[in-house]
């Protein structure tokens, strides 16, 4: 059984900073996708950011100049650093683990933005 430990999250102000690990100890990891996800209450689980196994980033818009998904093949683990946060970036966050024919999640971790 693969296990993704999502870590990091807590509460900040806004404007603050974030980083979010997410470490697995398969040897999938490095030819896998990974990709982070955030669920806000009654909102569908949105992708934030994905990293391909060979280092391709993507973002979706609202995030693009505050985030950064960047990868760790030897620690196999995949980062999000965020930066600038605001309000609206309240959620549960969540890793996956994309390979062929298969994917994994992670457990979650919440991350909140308030004053």
């Known amino acids: 059984q693969v296990q993704l430990v999502e870590s990091g999250g807590g509460l900040v102000q806004p404007g603050g900073s974030l980083r979010l690990s997410c470490a697995t100890s398969?040897?999938?990891?490095?030819?896998?996708?990974m990709t982070w996800y955030r669920q806000a209450p009654g909102n569908q689980r949105e992708l934030v950011a994905s990293i391909t196994s060979a280092g391709t980033t993507r973002y979706t818009d609202s995030v693009k100049g505050r985030f950064t998904i960047s990868r760790d093949n030897a620690k196999k683990s995949v980062y999000l650093q965020m930066n600038s946060l605001k309000p609206e970036d309240t959620a549960v966050y969540y890793c996956r683990l994309q390979s062929p024919g298969l994917e994994y999640w992670g457990q979650g971790t919440q991350v909140t933005v308030s004053s």
């Open positions: 398969t040897d999938l990891f490095r030819i896998s996708a």
